[in-house]
């Protein structure tokens, strides 16, 4: 594993986010348009080694690991980071208010978990929202992907039936 990785994971294993958030930050600047190609690929490199590395694993093995009873009361969980992370927690108490079984997560790394993981751990639908790039990724557990643009709207489909969401309001 690259020094990098290894220190960034080290942070987040003492609980220091803050300095982990920034070693991340500084890859993901490597990883823009500008960026000597090279630094760019070992960037690109480095940050899907972590998410696919074995803290991201341990974080999703804890979403495998609740009894059914835990899972029941929680069917359905909102994952955010930054500033859309408010809107994930005032949506998850919305549809917790109208008895929907629904959690929300906020996480404090970029590109912070494998979508396969959470797939694998029994997710049925994941959306990631890129505030970048105006747009929302749709996984389903079928394997299906669709990308959504910022006029499009996020669908509960079976998962939240009824939920609607326009992108932008989440962008905004």
């Excluded at 070693?23 to 960037?43: D, K, N, P």
């Amino acid at each position: 594993m690259p020094p990098i990785q290894s220190l960034i994971e080290d942070l987040l294993l003492v609980g220091d986010f803050d300095a982990a958030a920034e070693l991340v930050e500084a890859l993901v600047r490597e990883t823009e348009a500008g960026s000597e190609t090279a630094r760019r690929q070992t960037a690109i490199i480095a940050i899907d080694e972590l998410v696919a590395g074995p803290m991201m694993r341990h974080v999703v093995s804890h979403l495998a690991t609740i009894d059914d009873a835990q899972f029941e009361r929680v069917k359905a969980m909102l994952v955010s980071m930054g500033s859309g992370a408010e809107v994930v927690r005032e949506t998850a108490i919305w549809l917790a208010s109208k008895g929907e079984k629904v959690g929300a997560l906020q996480v404090l790394l970029y590109r912070p978990f494998s979508v396969a993981d959470f797939l694998a751990a029994g997710a049925r639908l994941v959306w990631v929202i890129d505030p970048e790039r105006m747009e929302a990724r749709v996984y389903r557990q079928d394997g299906s992907l669709a990308v959504l643009g910022e006029d499009d709207a996020l669908d509960g489909e079976d998962v939240l039936p009824g939920f609607r969401c326009k992108l932008t309001q989440i962008l905004a």
